[in-house]
């Protein structure tokens, strides 16, 4: 194991690694679900190489070392006046392992983490440092912004931002049917559109984010603490213990679950309204469907869900993604609509994902990099029209396979 200070002495390590016949992975804050940074040989962990390296109000951009963890880069932008124009839902995760596994969160017109990505710098194989944007090697630029630590190992990354400023989140109860046939709408209306689906129920939690002119009106520490802590986290986390001991309880309990938030509205600076707290274990899948087949996609879901002998304690989260033109991107090519399922952690789930994952798979779903699946290099190909692209630079840069591991030689072949 190894914990650089200084991009030089990363590179070092690698080449040391490289002598001694080791591989070499980065590893984030170890969020991801799959075995994605897993190695046998020297394991890099970025927690000294972490800070804001400068601002570009001109160009309106900043560039962060890769191990800062989104929390501080989102609170270092808030007090510089700047903020990401999207974010996913939590905010645990370093810059570079939420971008180089796809971390998203939902926009109509604003796409993953990754997308707002203008410059890369890593280290490769041969421990020579290169840095690409989308007119220096913009080759590595379109495939490393989502690379899986195959091509390298990213230490800053360069971000687009924008001068803050205010969104309203107004979240409220729906029912399912009525969320499925007004998604289209529902889509086209806000900035950025969930919703979270009770299982067992016909129940939903919808949240439309858009942005606002003011004033602010943030969440009151009572509201906050009743609903983001007692109610989602802590209420949550008794429902799956009853759940996981007496099975039989789980529908009762969705219903009551589904119906214990009520609606409400506020106004916040953009990574206060994008995330909140998530301190229930779980094991997750995700799949990127295009979003045209995502009312049937979740309405088969159901119908499985209905007819089986299933029991599932956690919602379906539901978002959204505009086409991007990343090679691994989830999103790549294609608009597209996230379905993700959960269980608890010590509940079985396997046959829950096997046969949530078939009906991704019908309509031509891209599982999440860093969560739950069983694809392989073959069945990948045929879904990302860039594929090969990737996989011919990564035979360029890393030929000996040095940020190789298992997990990779799954998904992208040996």
């Known amino acids: 194991m190894a914990a650089p200070a200084s991009v030089d002495e990363l590179a070092a390590a690698v080449r040391a690694a490289a002598e001694d016949g080791l591989r070499v992975k980065a590893v984030g804050s170890g969020h991801s679900f799959t075995a994605a940074a897993a190695t046998d040989g020297l394991l890099i962990r970025p927690d000294l190489l972490t800070g804001i390296r400068r601002i570009d109000r001109a160009a309106g951009t900043v560039t962060v070392e890769a191990g800062t963890p989104l929390k501080r880069l989102n609170a270092a932008l808030a007090r510089e006046g700047l903020s990401l124009t ?54 590595v630029f379109a495939a490393a912004r989502i690379g899986l630590g195959a091509l390298g190992v990213v230490t800053a990354i360069t971000f687009a931002v924008e001068p803050l400023f205010l969104l309203t989140a107004r979240e409220e109860p729906m029912r399912l049917d009525r969320v499925l046939a007004d998604f289209d709408a529902l889509h086209a209306e806000n900035e950025h559109f969930e919703f979270y689906w009770f299982p067992h129920t016909g129940n939903c939690n919808t949240k439309r984010n858009n942005r606002s002119a003011g004033p602010a009106r943030p969440v009151g520490r009572l509201r906050g603490f009743l609903d983001d802590e007692f109610l989602s986290n ?49 094991v997750e899948m995700e799949y990127a469907v295009p979003r045209a087949a995502l009312v049937d996609t979740v309405r088969e879901l159901k119908r499985m869900v209905d007819r089986s002998p299933l029991r599932v304690g956690l919602p379906v989260e539901v978002r959204t993604a505009p086409a991007d033109d990343i090679a691994l991107s989830t999103a790549s090519g294609r608009d597209s609509a996230y379905v993700a399922v959960h269980m608890f952690t010590g509940t079985p789930y396997r046959a829950y994902f096997t046969a949530a994952e078939r009906i991704f798979i019908a309509h031509g779903g891209r599982p999440h990099w860093g969560k739950l699946h069983t694809r392989t290099a073959e069945d990948l190909a045929a879904l990302y029209p860039r594929f090969g692209e990737f996989t011919a630079l990564r035979d360029r840069l890393d030929p000996e396979r040095r940020f190789g591991n298992p997990y990779l030689r799954r998904v992208l072949g040996a």
């Open 86 to 139: 999207n974010m996913g839902d939590i905010m645990e995760q370093t810059v570079s392992g939420a971008t180089s596994t796809g971390t998203h969160g939902t926009g109509r017109d604003s796409g993953s983490i990754a997308a707002q990505i203008t410059g890369l710098e890593l280290v490769t194989a041969d421990g020579s440092v290169l840095t690409c944007s989308a007119t220096e090697c913009p080759d």
């Open 234 to 282: 802590g209420a949550l986390q008794v429902a799956g213990a009853v759940g996981r001991a007496v099975p039989a309880t789980v529908p009762g309990i969705a219903r009551i679950c589904s119906r214990a938030l009520s609606a409400r509205t506020y106004t916040d600076i953009p990574y206060k309204v994008f995330t909140s707290p998530r301190r229930v274990r779980f």
